[in-house]
C-alpha cells in the first residue's frame, strides 16, 4: 500500500514511486454525512410520533379534554426564546471555532448548554404542575401523546446537553486542538436539529 | 450498447409500473370497511395522518439531496474549504510503517 497523507481539508495525497497524486475532499465529509443521515432517521422517528398525535388530535371532539388542565402557553413562548437563544449561542460559538478564538468559544459554548438547562428545567416544572393537575401519562390519548412527544423532544435536548457538555470539558482540560472541530461540528448541526424540531413541535402541540 | 440495453430495461421497467393493478390496492379490509365514511373524524385524522407520513420522506431525501447539491456547487466555486469540517483533524501520514 503506497503512503498517503490526509491533508487538514481531506484531501488525499497518494505517494507513489512514480509521483504523488491529489485527490481532492469531497463536497461532503464522511462525518457531516453520517450525521444528516443519522439526523434523516429522527426525523422520520419524530414524524411517526406526530403522524400519531394527528390521528388522537383529529379524531377526538374536544381537545384537551374538558377534566384535563390546558398547557401553559404563556410559559412556553418564553421557553421557546430560551432554546432559540441557545441556538444562536451556538452558532456563534462555531462562529469563534472557526476564528480560532479558544475563550469566545468556551464562553459561548457554556452559554448555549446553560440555555438548554435551563430550557429542560422549565419542561420539568411545568410537567410537575401538569402532573399535580392531573394531567398523567395514562390519563388518556392526550397526556399520552403529550408526554410521549414533548418527553421525546426533551431526551433529544438532554442527549445534546451531555454532549456538550463532554466537548467543553474536553475543551477546558486543554486538549483543544483541531481534533475537536468535527466534534463540535456535529454537535452544533444536532443542536440545530433539536432547535428546529421544537419549532414544528410547539404550534403542533400547544397552539394546535 | 450498454447505455441501450439499460434504457429498454427502465423503459419496460416503467411500462409495467402503469399497468392497472387494482387487485393490489384494495388494502386491509377491515381500515377499509372502517374508514369508508368521509365524514367520520377518525377517517380524516388517518387520512391527513397517511398523507402527512408520504411526505417525510420525500421532504428528507429532496432536503438532503439540495443540501449536497448546493455544497458541491459552492465547492467547485471555490466557496468553502473543501469537506469541510475535515475527516482528518490534523496533516496524518498513513501506509508509511512497514
Redesign the interface.
Known amino acids: ?11 488525499v495525497l497518494h505517494l507513489s514511486p512514480r509521483g504523488a497524486v491529489l485527490r ?9 454525512l453520517a450525521m ?1 443521515a443519522f439526523l ?1 432517521f429522527e ?2 422517528f419524530f ?2 410520533l ?3 398525535f ?8 374536544a381537545w384537551p379534554p374538558a377534566d384535563l388542565p390546558s398547557l401553559p402557553i404563556a410559559l412556553t413562548w418564553a421557553n421557546t426564546g430560551v432554546l432559540a437563544l441557545s441556538a444562536w449561542a451556538m452558532a456563534r460559538a462555531l462562529r469563534a471555532l472557526r476564528s480560532g478564538d479558544r475563550r469566545a468559544l468556551e464562553r459561548r459554548l457554556g452559554a448555549a448548554a446553560v440555555l438548554g438547562t435551563l430550557f429542560l428545567a422549565v419542561q420539568g416544572s411545568e410537567w410537575i404542575r401538569l402532573v399535580h393537575h392531573g394531567l398523567t401519562l395514562s390519563a388518556g390519548p392526550y397526556g399520552a401523546t403529550f408526554y410521549t412527544l414533548i418527553g421525546c423532544h426533551g431526551l433529544h435536548v438532554l442527549g445534546a446537553v451531555v454532549w456538550l457538555l463532554v466537548l467543553m470539558v474536553i475543551a477546558q482540560r486543554g486538549r483543544f ?6 466534534p463540535l ?2 454537535c452544533g448541526m444536532y443542536w440545530y436539529f433539536v432547535v428546529a424540531l421544537w419549532a414544528g413541535l410547539f404550534p403542533l402541540v400547544y397552539l394546535l | 450498447m450498454r447505455t441501450r440495453r439499460l434504457t429498454v430495461a427502465l423503459a419496460a421497467l416503467a411500462a409495467t409500473a402503469m399497468l392497472p393493478a387494482d387487485a393490489l390496492a384494495q388494502g386491509c379490509a377491515m381500515c377499509r370497511t372502517a374508514l369508508q365514511g368521509q365524514d367520520d373524524p377518525l377517517a380524516v385524522a388517518i387520512n391527513t395522518s397517511i398523507l402527512f407520513l408520504v411526505t417525510m420522506p420525500y421532504l428528507i431525501v429532496g432536503t438532503v439531496g439540495g443540501w449536497i447539491y448546493l455544497q458541491t456547487r459552492r465547492q467547485a466555486a471555490g466557496l468553502v474549504e473543501p469537506g469541510a469540517p475535515a475527516d482528518a483533524g490534523q496533516d496524518s501520514v498513513e501506509g508509511e510503517n512497514p
Do not use: D, K, Y
Open positions: 500500500m503506497s503512503p498517503r497523507r490526509v491533508t487538514a481539508s481531506g484531501s481532492p475532499a469531497p463536497a461532503v465529509s464522511n462525518a457531516r444528516v434523516a426525523t422520520m414524524a411517526a406526530v403522524g400519531t394527528l390521528v388522537f388530535r383529529l379524531s377526538s371532539p486542538a483541531r481534533s475537536l472541530r468535527v461540528e456535529l
